[in-house]
Structures are given as structure tokens and as C-alpha cells.
């Protein structure tokens, strides 16, 4: 129990009455947050203005002091340029056959030509295009549709809950890759298949991402804050939208990130196995797998591709801890 | 714990009755075994029809699980739609299998935890930076493409420089070796690359949990008490820090086991060994699929090993941390 007198200072923070005695009257049991308060009171009484800042203004301003997620944020942004905008701009379409083929990188063609005469550097940028495509929607259906089910679960428990545990239960008991490559052999034979791989993918990820909602708010659903909410009688919505929501915010961002690494992953294996994006469309996945049988006379159909698919998942997950480390509300690195 | 894992072992049994019904309809649904035969004009419509009353195909759905049920729980795996019963084929397979997957398991372990406390001790580091710089690399690496590189790039360019075969690229073993000693020897030059693969995608997560789990551990309260009562570094490292610090990474190397599963197919796949990984593919996208009792074989046996290392993880996070107890 606090001495009586440290009540009333405390109280008489909020009241601009009496000049308070600060610095040293601040107990140390005090937890950080009340401690900056306190001294941001202080420096306004000062005379100085310190600006309140938002959650997202915070989170921000550590993500980019985070030298690695700068790195990842520039590399996938260029990468993202190249397969998108660069094929405006690029001589060659992917599908088409120059007259040119198994020539090695060149000024004319700067990945090299197959062996049936496809622009590598053509290629290579449409295939990039599909899996980073293939990957957003995956990790944006699988986000949205995780973090409803888990936050329904967690919020309003019973029968939703335990049939979503069940549920991914039964998601568990088989990797992963195993269930898509059964559901993918159906699926990969129809063409222009590129989205249904993506629905796949997603039917599975968003396991994840819901138990991990679920946990957050089953925490929180007990939570003294929560408790006051339900007493001055505010709506659930409110109730989730305003304070759960918010403290979650973290896990789910840094989730969709991870999910899209896992996602250009995946769905290079099922290609790679001839599952997934089938031909004349083209993923990374699907052009590693033909640079495989001349690898060691072709080595740059191969390293070209692998390349590419590295360092996306390099950058994704650069991005993922810079995000991971900005959005901790534990955080309290100078920003 | 003897009563937990009763209820565990339970629920387990639970999930893969209701799994394997819809993986069956799954499987079952996603082609026809007698399309090619179909398609084929020299085959006359008789053949066919006996075709599919050998392989059941006349039957309804449900009636056909119903069949794949009570046959399995004799131990009967049913016939493939290549002839002959799957039951004598699996266990050979899941021997190569287990072939592969093992020596990675045991040497990704010692790797992993062994990576992990050098970089905790020795934080921010060289050997910290360089090991966390490499399981970045390989996280983010694909299997296939790890393996790849390692059979065109360095396995060849290894034998070419011997000047005969030192790693060997295809294939478990090398069929005609007779004598228990080479039929060994063979066995594990067969073994290195594979073996290599999967530890370098497996190693790089756990180093990581390992790294981070020491450090926790080692800002613990009790770890400055037992520096503060003078005992010698090694100790307070090694009995009081590391015992702790290997609790949470039990469970994850325990989940983490579907995971090297489903790596191990792809690896089967590039280095062309028979095991399980290729038995599943064949039968999924073979010329006479989906060849359904195959996939059912190759994907209840991955169930059963994962549901096994679940309640495993559980059980063992319960053993070494005594403050865990289970209701």
C-alpha cells in the first residue's frame, strides 16, 4: 500500500493547481509508461510542447530505424518494380521465342535464352510477378479470414471455439505440403490456375494466424481495461474495435508478412514438383525445375531464378522482424 | 501423466479417423485411375470394365472407404492400381525413408543447439553475426534448391576433381553391393548429400530458438545468483543455464518433425531414392493415379508419426520443466 501523501501527488498530477515536486517523487515501482507521462507533464509545465504520438506514428519511426527492414523494405520494393513495370519496358515478352537459344548471359538477352529460345530476363521477371501475386493474395485472404475466426473464438468462446481448434487439429496431423499436394494435383491440371493455387494456400495458412488471434484475445478478454469497458457499457464491437483489435494488431501484421515468405515458398515447391503454376504462365518455382535437368551446363537458367526466389524471401523476412520489433508495445528503443 | 496421455493419445486417434475420411474423399475425387486406359483405342471396353471391378471403382464412395477402413485396421493396406499389394511395399520404403531423415533429425539437433549456445554466450559476436547471417541464408533458402546445388554444383564438380564418384547423386544405395559391411559403407556415401539437405533447411530455425532461449535464460535471476555465489563459469553455463535453456527447443524440434517430412519428399524427389516421399508421388501423379490405397498408405503413416510427436513434444515439455503439470 502506497503512503497516503503519494496518493493525493499522484491524484494532484491530473489537477494543474499546485506546482508538483517531480523527478525524485516519482516512485520507482512505477511502470515506464507512467514515468514518461509524468515527465512529459513535466516538460510541458516547462514551457516545451511535446506532440502526442499515435501507435502507428511509434511503430513507424522504429521500423525505420531498423537498418535490416529498410534493407528488405528497399530490395522487395525494387524487386517488385522490376516484375511489374520492367516488362513494359523490355523488348521480349516471356512466352515468346527468339531465334536465339541456349546462349549464356549476353547485353541482348542479360539471363541467357533456354533451351527453346524464351528470354530469361523476360522470364524471370514474369515469374516473379506470379509468385509475389500468388503470395499476397495468399497472406491477404488468409489474414482476413484468420483473424476473424480467431478473434471470434477468442471473444465469444464455447462451440466457435472448440470447432476451430479441432479444426486445425486435423490441418496439423498432415504436413502441410503433403495436403497440397493432393488438393494441387486436381486444381493444377485447369490453366491459368495461379489463383486457385493462392486459394489453396491460404485454406491452409489461415489456421496459423487464427489460433494465434485466438490466444491474444483470450488473454485480453480478462483484462482489468476490458472488464471497465463491459462496466460503462460498451458495445462488443467497440469493445473489439477499439481495444482488442489494436493489441493484436502486432501478431497479425507480422504473421501476413511471415505467410508471404511461406507462401512464394510453397508454392515454388508444388511448381517445382509440377503442381502448381503450369506453363505457358511461369513461377520461379516452375523455372527452377527446368534449369534442373542442365544445371551443370546451363548454370544460369538456374542461378538467375534461385537468385530471385532468395532474395524475395530474404527481403519478406527482413521486413517481418523490422515490423516484429516496431509494432512490440514492449519495445523501448529511442526512436 | 499415464492418464493424460491416455486422453491424448485418444483425441489423436479421434483427429485421424476423421482425417483420413476426408483425405480419402479427397484423393479418391481428384482423378480417375482408368483415364489413360480410357484413352487408350486398343483397349477394348471389356478389359476396362474388369479393370474397374478389380480395383473397386464400381462401388460407391462411401462403401470403398468402408472397405479401406476394415482393411486397415487388419493391417491389409489394399492393392495399388499399379498391381500387387501396397502392405510389402510400405515398409521397405519407409526404411529408406527413415534412412534419410534420421542421421538429419540427430545431426541438426547437435547443430542447431550447438550453434544456438555458442551465439547466446558469445552475443554480438563474429561467430554470433557469421551463424546468424548463415540461418537467415538458409531460411530463406528452398529445399530444392539447396539440393540442387549441392547435386549439380558440388558433387559434380568434387567427383570430377577425384576423378571417380565420391558423393553420390541418385539412388539410396548402389543395388548389386553384397557383404553387411559395404552394403554399410554404400549406404552412407548415399546418405551425405541427402543427409546434408535437410540439415542445413532444418538446423537454421532451431539454432535461432536455441540462440534466443539461452539468452532469456541467461538474464534469469538465478543465473546471477549462481555467478554472485562465485561457482566456475563452466558450471553456471553448462548445468544451470543449458539444462533450462533446452526446455522450449525440445518442443519445437518435436513439432518441427512434419515439417523435415514434407522436406524429405522433395529431397527423395531430386536425389531419386524410393522412399516414401516418392511412393506418395508417384501415386498422386503416376500414369495409373490417383493411385488412392498408395496415397492413403504413405499419408496415414505421416499422420500417425506426427499425431505420435505431438503428444511426444507435450509430454517431454512436461518431464523436464516440473513447474508443468498436467490435469
Not at chain 1, 236 to 265: C, E, K, Y
Not at chain 2, 2 to 7: E, T, W
Not at chain 2, 75 to 84: A, K, L, P, R, V
Not at chain 2, 201 to 218: C, E, F, K
Amino acid at each position: 500500500m502506497p503512503e497516503p501523501s503519494e496518493i493525493t501527488r499522484v491524484h494532484s498530477i491530473n489537477s494543474s493547481a499546485p506546482p508538483i515536486p517531480l523527478g525524485a517523487a516519482v516512485p520507482l515501482s512505477v511502470s515506464a509508461d507512467v514515468r514518461q507521462e509524468v515527465a512529459a507533464l513535466a516538460a510541458a509545465q516547462a514551457g516545451l510542447n511535446i506532440e502526442a504520438r499515435s501507435q502507428f506514428q511509434m511503430a513507424r519511426a522504429r521500423f525505420f530505424h531498423h537498418k535490416l527492414a529498410l534493407f528488405g523494405l528497399f530490395t522487395f520494393v525494387a524487386i517488385l518494380l522490376f516484375s511489374t513495370v520492367g516488362p513494359l519496358f523490355w523488348k521480349y515478352n516471356y512466352a515468346q521465342v527468339t531465334n536465339t537459344f541456349i546462349s549464356g548471359p549476353s547485353l541482348a538477352h542479360p539471363f541467357g535464352t533456354d533451351t527453346v529460345g524464351h528470354d530469361m530476363f523476360a522470364q524471370v521477371m514474369s515469374a516473379t510477378s506470379t509468385s509475389i501475386q500468388t503470395a499476397l493474395v495468399v497472406a491477404g485472404i488468409s489474414t482476413v479470414v484468420g483473424a476473424l475466426i480467431g478473434a471470434w473464438a477468442g471473444y465469444y468462446g464455447k462451440w466457435a471455439d472448440s470447432l476451430l481448434m479441432r479444426f486445425t487439429d486435423l490441418i496439423l496431423i498432415v504436413p502441410a505440403l503433403v495436403i497440397l499436394l493432393v488438393v494441387a494435383n486436381t486444381v493444377s491440371k485447369t490453366a491459368n490456375n495461379w489463383f486457385w493455387i493462392a486459394l489453396i494456400l491460404a485454406g491452409l495458412f489461415w489456421t496459423v494466424l487464427a489460433r494465434l488471434v485466438r490466444g491474444v484475445f483470450l488473454s485480453l478478454r480478462e483484462r482489468e481495461f476490458i472488464e471497465a469497458e463491459h462496466a460503462i457499457g460498451a458495445s462488443d464491437a467497440r469493445i473489439i474495435l477499439r481495444h482488442m483489435i489494436p493489441n493484436a494488431i502486432g501478431s497479425i501484421v507480422v504473421n501476413a508478412t511471415l505467410t508471404v515468405a511461406l507462401a512464394i515458398l510453397v508454392e515454388a515447391a508444388l511448381s517445382f514438383l509440377g503442381l502448381g503454376i503450369q506453363p505457358p504462365e511461369v513461377s520461379l518455382g516452375y523455372l527452377i525445375s527446368q534449369a534442373e535437368g542442365d544445371a551443370t551446363v546451363l548454370p544460369y537458367l538456374f542461378y538467375f531464378p534461385a537468385g530471385f526466389l532468395i532474395l524475395i524471401i530474404l527481403a519478406v523476412n527482413f521486413i517481418g522482424d523490422g515490423l516484429r520489433d516496431a509494432l512490440d508495445p514492449q519495445q523501448r528503443i529511442r526512436a | 501423466m499415464g492418464a493424460y496421455i491416455l486422453r491424448r493419445l485418444g483425441a489423436g486417434l479421434l483427429v485421424l479417423i476423421v482425417g483420413t475420411f476426408f483425405l480419402y474423399l479427397l484423393v479418391s475425387l481428384s482423378g480417375n485411375p482408368l483415364a489413360n486406359l480410357m484413352a487408350n483405342p486398343h483397349i477394348s471396353p471389356a478389359t476396362i470394365r474388369a479393370a474397374r471391378i478389380e480395383l473397386h471403382l464400381n462401388e460407391p464412395l462411401l462403401q470403398r472407404y468402408w472397405t479401406w477402413v476394415t482393411g486397415m485396421v487388419q493391417g491389409n493396406f489394399g492393392i495399388s492400381t499399379q498391381g500387387g499389394p501396397v502392405g510389402p511395399q510400405v515398409w521397405p520404403r519407409m526404411w529408406v525413408t527413415l534412412q534419410m531423415v534420421i542421421p538429419a533429425v540427430i545431426l541438426s539437433v547437435i547443430l542447431g543447439i550447438g550453434l544456438g549456445v555458442i551465439s547466446a554466450v558469445r552475443q554480438y559476436s563474429i561467430t554470433d553475426h557469421i551463424s546468424t547471417g548463415l540461418a537467415y541464408i538458409f531460411f530463406a533458402t528452398p529445399v530444392f534448391v539447396i539440393a540442387i546445388l549441392l547435386k549439380d554444383f558440388l558433387a559434380v564438380k568434387v567427383d570430377n576433381a577425384v576423378g571417380h564418384t565420391v558423393l553420390y547423386t541418385v539412388g539410396q544405395n548402389n543395388p548389386g553391393t553384397t557383404g553387411a559391411w559395404s552394403v554399410f559403407v554404400d549406404a552412407l556415401a548415399h546418405d551425405v548429400l541427402p543427409v546434408l539437405t535437410l540439415v542445413l533447411i532444418t538446423y537454421a530455425s532451431w539454432s535461432r530458438y536455441q540462440r534466443a532461449s539461452m539468452l532469456d535464460v541467461l538474464n534469469a535471476d538465478y543465473i546471477r545468483l549462481a555467478r554472485a555465489k562465485g561457482l566456475s563459469r563452466r558450471r553456471v553455463l553448462y548445468v544451470h543455464a543449458l539444462r533450462n535453456a533446452l526446455i522450449p527447443v525440445t518442443t519445437v524440434i518435436a513439432l518441427d518433425f512434419a515439417a523435415i517430412l514434407g522436406g524429405a519428399v522433395i529431397t527423395e524427389i531430386v536425389y531419386g531414392w524410393e522412399g516414401m516421399g516418392r511412393f506418395l508421388f508417384t501415386g498422386l501423379t503416376g500414369p495409373v493415379s490417383p493411385d488412392v490405397n498408395v496415397v492413403m498408405a504413405a499419408l496415414l503413416i505421416v499422420a500417425i508419426l506426427v499425431v505420435l510427436f505431438n503428444i511426444l513434444a507435450d509430454v517431454l515439455y512436461g518431464l523436464l520443466d516440473p513447474r508443468i503439470r498436467y490435469a
